[in-house]
């Protein structure tokens, strides 16, 4: 029984470990497009959010691909999902790539969420 426990433990840690770190590759992927589409924007008053809400269609494939992957965007983005891509097979990178080709259709709250992961990482 507590060899289950600890098993349980770790893969919870684990978990932890995956999802922090997939953050923090958001950011890393992110941080240069951020820099290279908003580098005129003055930080604070969430100025630069705005101004990756209007680039995400220029934001490069590899920070999309991470965005697209997470977790707070598919919940802020699932009404777009089912709008956009409902007649998409879920599996090989087929979902990720319609929302790819409908990012200038997503709404705001989803906007809101792939700003909000770009620019913060969170």
Do not use: W
């Not at 008053?45 to 707070?72: E, I």
């Not at 409902?86 to 200038?104: T, V, Y």
């Amino acid at each position: 029984m507590i060899k289950v426990g600890l098993i349980l433990v770790s893969l919870a840690a684990s978990a932890l470990t995956s999802a922090s770190h997939a953050q923090s590759s958001a950011v890393t992927a992110c941080i240069e497009d951020v820099k290279a589409q908003c580098s005129g924007v003055a930080p604070g008053g969430g100025r630069v959010k705005a101004c990756v809400k209007t680039h995400l269609s220029d934001l490069s494939r590899s920070c999309r691909a991470l965005l697209l992957r997470s977790g707070p965007v598919i919940r802020a983005c699932a009404v777009d999902f089912k709008r956009d891509c409902s007649g998409i097979k879920p599996g090989g990178g087929r979902m990720e790539k319609c929302m790819k080709a409908h990012l200038p259709n997503v709404g705001g709250p989803c906007k809101d969420a792939l700003a909000q992961i770009a620019v913060y990482g969170r």
